[in-house]
């Protein structure tokens, strides 16, 4: 099955610094990548996400890049805010029977510090 | 924006015990899923449903566990008998269709004592 990989575990960062997180998966055949944010106490919200047909994907302030030749895809947050700290989750699943089984990173707590 | 909705926040129960977590997908959505998190560890795959049958569970979800989805809106897992181990956050998901997104709710806290 497959395996993905997250580092690093904890991050942390000045305002206005920029972020980057950083998975790996095993399985050649995933082809949907998505990042999930979790506050406190609330489950993973989905922030962005990727498919295998492109390399790179851009929403305001959060972007994410793909690799498929290394199985490398990455989490890139520019002008962080504190309301960025979170604990950040990388997944990866094959989509091409219609489910949606992910497969999660062990998460990266990102501080964003005043 | 429609959200998936899950109770209780937090269940207490003893071992051995049954429990049922219960959720409210987003309406018009078609797929739904269970997930568990042990407490600092990632979140993992327990069982997805679709057209009223499990269509793919892991080694987690062994005959302890159930899923129904008792009328139109409801999607409740059951633990027929609690472990210590147990003791995890349960998220719920749902999708509106295949190679859509998950969309998770905040979960529910079981504790077993």
């Known amino acids: 099955g497959e395996n993905v990989e997250q580092h690093p575990s904890t991050l942390s960062v000045q305002e206005g610094d920029s972020a980057v997180i950083k998975c790996t998966y095993s399985?050649?055949?995933?082809?949907?990548f998505p990042w999930y944010k979790q506050e406190l106490g609330k489950g993973p919200q989905l922030i962005i996400d990727?498919?295998?047909?492109?390399g790179e994907k851009k929403d305001q302030r959060i972007a994410v890049t793909l690799n498929k030749t290394a199985k490398h895809f990455s989490l890139h947050i520019t002008e962080t805010q504190p309301e960025d700290s979170a604990v950040y989750f990388c997944?990866?699943?094959?989509?091409?029977?219609?489910?949606?089984?992910?497969?999660f990173g062990t998460g990266t707590q990102l501080k964003v510090e005043l | 924006e429609p959200e998936v909705t899950q109770t209780p926040s937090h269940q207490v129960t003893q071992m051995g015990q049954e429990v049922i977590l219960r959720c409210v997908p987003i309406?018009?959505?078609?797929?739904f899923y269970w997930y568990r998190q042990i407490l600092g560890q990632k979140v993992e795959f327990l069982v997805s449903?679709?057209?009223?049958?499990?269509?793919?569970k892991s080694e987690i979800f062994d005959d302890q566990f159930s899923v129904e989805r008792p009328d139109g809106s409801n999607f409740t897992l059951k633990i027929r008998s609690t472990k210590l181990e147990d003791s995890a956050m349960y998220f719920c998901?749902?999708?509106?269709?295949?190679?859509?997104?998950?969309?998770f709710g905040n979960g529910t806290r079981l504790t077993v004592t």
């Open positions: 997944a990866a699943t094959d989509l091409t029977g219609g489910g949606n089984k992910l497969t």
């Open positions: 399985d050649s055949a995933s082809n949907y």
């Open positions: 990727i498919r295998s047909n492109v």
């Open positions: 309406s018009n959505h078609l797929y």
């Open positions: 449903f679709y057209n009223n049958e499990i269509s793919e």
């Open positions: 998901a749902s999708m509106i269709g295949p190679n859509s997104p998950l969309h």
